[in-house]
């Protein structure tokens, strides 16, 4: 990581590292949508992970485009994406999940864009115009996501005796990642304080009313559990990330360079 | 494509370089772009689809600015390359094509005559006001683009592009695009 970083590192997380946390986010979890192209359980939700792995990419090149152009080194959306080393990555561990059955996948969906969408909405009131420009651009997209996400865990968990219970071992299962997405306390304080980033507590309050009424309609139990796992946001990955990467930017590590 | 002999090589020297003549308008420029296609809904241009936010000169450079339709969309770059490419056919060599993030594209954009031809060619027009909130499945009525009958259901919110959901006709059971509102 650059120099330029370093005088923020001791006080937490840099513009440039907030920015690579939104776009890390929206590029990890896109590659992992990517990897159902062709094995979608219905032609319909194929193409849909599709679309939606291609609406996180494009918002991708715009939160690495301008996390480059922030950074001030040279580097483009394509340099960070695909020429980091996992340690560099600021993603949610949440995302980086690998996809399981497509229960598993639908529910990491849903509870990303549970918390997406709020993100963004509040981030449309970002005191950098630029920030506040991508995302208004992100936030309609990142509707349908969510619109699509609810309705399917809705319908999922109050389906079948085996969707149910398969919809249920996701949430237990992913419950756990949630908690890193609702506080910024990795992030330098004056990026809430000076308006760039939204307060958490807003948003926290969002995610959870969304979660909670989707969850009692879906007929699925809310973890007690307020165990939370950490360390994507600060570059501490689980190993997953490692073979994620290595598929993402294989090309680009064995031919440096390589174009269309 | 149009294929006139306007560019035909180093011999089309009927056209003055642009610095030499009148600057086009802005109306005549759009005029040329509205007969730009869309590459994957060839039956409506740029201009319809609400994409070309502003034109103007900046001294001797054509500025134009263009604003994407959803932000992952694969048509984007040749989307710019096919106007760019129509605005050298017409001489003009200095242009600046400006990416327009905000105001964001909204489907309320396409023109009216945009939506004709998107009914027309089988892909039911965005029922404005009826963008995403986030919060479960709509209720929009969408028409069917083949019998017009809005006996239709959504079979899904994403259909062969982002910007489309996948629908059925219940009177001619026949299955369809809906361009949706965002
Ligand atoms: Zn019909």
């Known amino acids: ?260 | 494509m149009n294929t006139s002999t306007k560019h035909d090589g180093p011999s089309a020297t009927h056209k003055a370089p642009v610095a030499t003549r009148d600057k086009p308008s802005a109306d005549v420029v759009r005029g040329w772009l509205q007969e730009v296609p869309d590459p994957e809904i060839p039956v409506i241009s740029v201009v319809d689809l609400g994409i070309i936010r502003h034109i103007e000169w900046q001294a001797d450079t054509l500025v134009v600015h263009v604003t994407p339709t959803y932000s992952g969309c694969p048509a984007t770059a040749e989307i710019n390359a096919d106007i760019e490419t129509r605005l050298r056919r017409e001489g003009i060599d200095k242009i600046r094509l400006q990416r327009q993030l905000s105001p964001a594209w909204r489907t309320a954009w396409i023109s009216d005559e945009g939506r004709a031809k998107l009914l027309d060619y089988g892909i039911s027009p965005p029922v404005e006001g009826t963008g995403a909130c986030g919060l479960g499945r709509p209720e929009t009525t969408v028409c069917c683009p083949r019998c017009r009958s809005i006996d239709t259901e959504n079979v899904s919110q994403f259909g062969s592009t982002p910007c489309k959901a996948a629908y059925r006709c219940n009177a001619c059971l026949e299955p369809f695009d809906y361009f949706k509102c965002i």
Not at chain 1, 151 to 159: A, E, F, M, S, T
Request: hydrophobic share 40%; aromatic share 8%; proline share 3%.
């Open chain 1, 1 to 260: 990581m650059s120099s330029s970083n370093q005088t923020h590192s001791e006080s937490g997380a840099s513009p440039f590292e907030f920015l690579l946390q939104m776009g890390d986010n929206c590029l990890i979890l896109a590659h992992r949508n990517s990897q159902w192209c062709g094995h979608g359980p219905a032609l319909e939700e194929d193409i849909a992970i599709a679309n939606i792995s291609l609406d996180l990419i494009g918002q991708t090149q715009l939160w690495l485009g301008l996390a480059g152009e922030v950074e001030g080194a040279g580097r483009s959306a394509d340099d960070l994406a695909y020429l980091r080393d996992a340690f560099d990555f600021r993603n949610l561990l949440l995302v980086e999940r690998p996809n399981g059955d497509f229960g598993l996948t639908l529910m990491r969906q849903f509870l990303f864009d549970a918390w997406h969408l709020p993100m963004l909405k509040g981030l449309q009131q970002s005191t950098d115009q630029r920030v506040a420009e991508i995302a208004e651009k992100s936030v309609r997209e990142v509707a349908y996501h969510l619109e699509r996400s609810s309705d399917l865990i809705v319908r999922l968990g109050d389906g079948s005796e085996q969707s149910h219970q398969r919809m249920q071992s996701a949430l237990d299962e992913l419950w756990s990642y949630t908690g890193e997405m609702l506080d910024f306390d990795d992030l330098s304080p004056t990026l809430v304080s000076q308006g760039m980033v939204p307060q958490a507590q807003g948003i926290a309050e969002a995610f959870n009313q969304h979660v909670s009424e989707t969850l009692q309609q879906a007929t699925l139990t809310q973890p007690a559990s307020e165990f939370v796992r950490r360390g994507g946001k600060t570059g501490i990955h689980s190993e997953h990330l490692g073979y994620v990467l290595a598929e993402m930017q294989f090309l680009q590590r064995a031919y440096p360079g390589a174009t269309w």
